[in-house]
């Protein structure tokens, strides 16, 4: 499996479900406030050792640099050809969004939010097309492209 050799590049996901519910959940009980609603941060090995634990992965990661990744045409955080939460440079996502879990945002934790998500694509057809992500196919020629 390709990743990026940035593994302590910290993330923040925000499940759409609970940023939902609590924005319903705000907005009737009349809260105000500026909110700065972040997922908790986590460092990109932490999801993709979670990711690998959930999708039953075994097999090796192989890490390739970030202007290796970039010169072979891949993509940082979404779009065709892309490595989803990877964002090369300086750290960006270390917001602290401590106001809204004050206010009564909750987190699933990160391996349900994880297992929902690999239900969704299974029921959606693994072998489908997608605008975002490297293609088997195509992680299989950059594998190859940083092997030789």
Request: hydrophobic share 40%.
């Amino acid at each position: 499996m390709l990743v990026p050799d940035s593994p302590e590049q910290s993330t923040q996901v925000i499940d759409a479900r609970d940023l939902a519910g609590w924005l319903l959940a705000a907005s009737h009980a009349g809260t105000v406030g500026t909110f700065d609603a972040v997922g908790p941060s986590i460092t990109l090995a932490e999801w993709i050792a979670s990711s690998r634990q959930v999708g039953g992965h075994t097999g090796p990661t192989i890490p390739a640099a970030p202007a290796w990744l970039l010169e072979h045409g891949v993509s940082p955080w979404a779009g065709r050809d892309s490595l989803p939460l990877w964002i090369p440079g300086p750290d960006h996502l270390t917001r602290s969004g401590a106001a809204a879990p004050a206010a009564g945002l909750r987190h699933r934790a990160r391996v349900d939010l994880l297992t929902d998500l690999l239900d969704w694509e299974r029921d959606q057809g693994l072998d489908r097309d997608r605008p975002a992500g490297l293609t088997a196919r195509r992680e299989q020629e950059l594998l190859a492209a940083l092997g030789s």
